[in-house]
């Protein structure tokens, strides 16, 4: 059954880890598209493996350059 977020996208800051890492894995398995957002390079690797379909960025989402990088990709 397809989910009414199925296909939509999320944008998680701080998702290498804790709550942002729980909600990258609850959205994926709900058929959503997932960019991680994090600055741990090492936790953003090991998260990229346990989730379903997910973008990953190392940056921090208050910097205005990595959010425009972000939205021209």
């Known amino acids: 059954m397809e989910h009414q977020f199925s296909g939509k996208t ?4 701080g998702a290498a880890g804790g709550i942002g890492f729980a909600l990258a894995q609850e959205f994926g398995q709900l058929g959503m598209n997932v960019v991680l957002a994090d ?3 090492k936790q953003l690797d090991d998260s990229l493996l346990h ?3 997910c ?4 940056s921090t989402l208050n910097f205005l350059p ?3 990088i972000l939205f021209n990709v």
């Open 39 to 41: 600055i741990d390079q």
């Open 66 to 68: 990595y959010l425009i």
């Open 55 to 58: 973008l990953v960025m190392l």
């Open 10 to 13: 999320a944008i998680i800051s």
């Open 51 to 53: 989730s379903l379909r």
